[in-house]
């Protein structure tokens, strides 16, 4: 179980860093470093947007649940 839920809790971060990645960048941040005008296609676009907040939003929940989750199996277990 433990083992499970930590394999899975690598795939959400992984996932998380993607997608905070792909967010339009505000101003001159770490966005914009990776290549601004690339996504600037995209980024006019405020569905795909709005989109792309909502699954950082659920990545970042189911993320947060994976965290306590291995928390108290590891602390249950020591």
């Not at 339009?24 to 470093?33: C, E, Q």
């Amino acid at each position: 179980m433990i083992l499970g839920l930590s394999v899975v809790l690598m795939i959400f971060s992984v996932l998380m860093i993607l997608l905070v990645l792909l967010h339009k960048g505000k101003g001159g941040g770490l966005s914009d470093l990776f290549g601004g005008g690339v996504t600037s296609s995209l980024g006019g676009s405020s569905v795909v947007e709005r989109n792309l907040d909502r699954l950082t939003i659920i990545t970042a929940s189911l993320w947060i649940v994976c965290v306590v989750a291995l928390g108290l199996l590891l602390n249950r277990g020591a």
